[in-house]
């Protein structure tokens, strides 16, 4: 089984920046890829970033530019640093692990999350 705790989320003004973390533990030897997916409220989860183990990345169109993904050298953690927020990327904040062969894929499990709101 994976164990994955996400932390870092807070409350923050629009503008402002966060860096969440994720912490992958158990089975994951097989995995080779790792990422972020976000959940607004009444919204489904939406894929924000994803990372492969040779460094490919991948963004959602709304945070290319502001949003950053990066993990550790062992692979098992990895960051998200949110700069620029804005209101509408208030949402519960989710790390998961899959693959990457051409393409990224994930199919779960997914942390608890953690809370991201921005707001004045």
């Known amino acids: 089984q994976v164990q994955l705790v996400e932390s870092g989320g807070g409350l923050v003004q629009p503008g402002g920046s966060l860096r969440p973390s994720c912490a992958a533990s158990?089975?994951?030897?097989?995995?080779?890829?790792m990422a972020w997916y976000r959940r607004a409220p009444g919204k489904q989860r939406d894929l924000v970033a994803a990372?492969?183990?040779?460094?490919?990345?991948d963004y959602a169109d709304s945070v290319k530019g502001r949003f950053t993904i990066s993990r550790d050298n062992a692979g098992y953690r990895v960051y998200l640093q949110m700069n620029s927020l804005k209101p509408e990327d208030t949402a519960v904040y989710s790390c998961?692990?899959?693959?990457?062969?051409?393409?990224?894929?994930?199919?779960?499990?997914w942390g608890q999350g953690t809370q991201v709101t921005v707001s004045s």
């Open positions: 998961t692990v899959g693959h990457y062969r051409s393409a990224f894929r994930f199919d779960g499990p």
């Open positions: 158990g089975t994951i030897f097989s995995f080779r890829a």
């Open positions: 990372i492969a183990s040779d460094g490919t990345t």
